[in-house]
C-alpha cells in the first residue's frame, strides 16, 4: 500500500521508533510533536531527520491536564486539515494518542495509524485498514547517535593509516584473540611494559623495557612474531623495546580493539566503528567506546579490556556500570553491551553484569565473539 510522505509524530525519549519509520516509508514531511519534557528529545530527532533531507517542523503540545490534551489535540487536527497523513503513536502517553487518533480520524480524509514495534521489527497499521510490516534496516551509527542527542568526534578506522597497520598485523592479532587463555598474566605484563614505554605522565617515550624473566614457551613464541611484524626488537633475552608509540600502544590493549576490527571485516554488519568518541550536543565532555557496531537498528557497544580487569571487584562493577549507562545513552533502549576480557572474570562479577544487560566475553571465550556477533545480528 502507498503510504502518505507526511508523518506526524510524538517526540520521546526513544526516538529510534520515530525515525526509523520516517526514513523507511521515506517521508518528505515531518511534524513533530513535543510536550515541555521532551522539547530537547524533538531537537534530537529534528536533527536526525534533517541529515536525510527531510522537512521537519516542531509543534508544542500542552499535555498539562486532560482538558488541555483535549485542546491541544483538536488544534492539531484542525492545522494539518484532510492532507493524508501518516500518525505514529507510538509515542507520548495514552491519553494524548487517543486523543490525537480521535480527532485527526474525524478530520483527515486518509489517515494512516502506525505503531513501531521495535523489539519486534515490525510496524504495526491500525488504519485504513489493519496490516504488519517488517521493520527494515535502516540506521547507521550516527543516525541513531543523533536521534539520542549525540555527535561522533572522532574513530580510529576512519584513519588509512591505522586500518593499513591493523590489517597488517591482523594475523598475530587473530592469533592473541583466539588463544587468549594461553597467555593469561602475559597480556598483563606487556599491557604493563607499554604503559612504562608510553608514560603518559611525560612526552619522553622510553621504548626499552624488561621482564622480571625470560619469557619461554607459548610467550616467547607470541614475542617472536610480534618481532617478525616489526612491533617490537626482541633477541630472546628479558629486553624488549617497543618499535614506536604505536607499536606500544597496541600492546597496552589496542591489539584487542584491532581482533574486533579484524572481526568484523569478515562478518559484516551494516556499520561499525573502533575507538570511537562521541559528544552529547551543548557539552564539550567526551566520551569513548572501544568499538559500537549498528545492525537492524540497533546498536551494540563493546569495551575491550586486556588487563587491569578482574583484580578489584569495586573498579570492575564500575567499568561495566559504565558501559550500561553510556551504552543506553547514545543507543536507547535497543542498544546491547559486551565486555570483551583478555583476562578470566569470575561468576561474582559475570552476575553483576547481566543485572545490568552486559553479556562476557573472557579468556578462552574471546574467540566465540564471531559467534555472538552472528547471533547477535540475526532476526
Known sequence: MKRPARHLCIATGQNLANLIPCLQLRAREVLILETPAMRDAAVNLKRALEEHDVLVRRLPFDDSTPEEVSAS????????????????????????????????????????????????????????????????????????????????????????????????????????????????KFFGTLNVLADLALNDQSDVFDPRQSFRFKPRGDNAALLDDARKNELIHWDGGETIVFANRDAASYFRGGWLEEYVWTKLKGIGPRDW??????????????????????????????????????????????????????????????????????????????????????????????????DFMKKWMKP
Open 73 to 184: 489535540a483538536e488544534a492539531i487536527a484542525l492545522e494539518l486539515g484532510a492532507e493524508p497523513l501518516v500518525f505514529n503513536a507510538t509515542g507520548g502517553h495514552k491519553l494524548m494518542t487517543l486523543a490525537l487518533a480521535e480527532n485527526l480520524g474525524a478530520l483527515a480524509d486518509d489517515l494512516h495509524l502506525l505503531y513501531a514495534e521495535t523489539r519486534k521489527d515490525r510496524l504495526d497499521w491500525l488504519k485504513p485498514t489493519p496490516a504488519m510490516q517488517p521493520m527494515d534496516d535502516m540506521l547507521v551509527i550516527d543516525d541513531i547517535l543523533r536521534a539520542q542527542g549525540y555527535r561522533r568526534t572522532s574513530a580510529s578506522n576512519s584513519d588509512p593509516y591505522w586500518q593499513i597497520e591493523a590489517d597488517r598485523r591482523a594475523t598475530l592479532t587473530r592469533r592473541m584473540g583466539d588463544e587468549a587463555d594461553k597467555y593469561g
Open 273 to 370: 566503528a573502533i575507538n570511537l568518541k562521541t559528544m552529547s550536543y551543548g557539552t564539550n565532555v567526551e566520551n569513548e567506546f572501544d568499538a559500537l557496531v549498528a545492525h537492524r537498528n540497533r546498536l551494540l557497544a563493546i569495551e575491550c579490556k586486556t588487563s587491569g580487569f578482574g583484580k578489584n571487584d569495586a573498579k570492575d562493577v564500575s567499568y561495566i556500570y559504565k558501559l550500561a549507562q553510556l551504552a543506553d545513552q547514545v543507543g536507547g533502549a535497543m542498544s546491547q553491551k559486551l565486555l570483551l576480557s583478555a583476562r578470566p572474570v569470575h561468576d561474582d562479577i559475570r552476575q553483576r553484569a547481566r543485572d545490568y544487560g552486559v553479556d562476557i566475553l573472557a579468556a578462552e571465550e574471546v574467540k566465540q565473539f564471531v
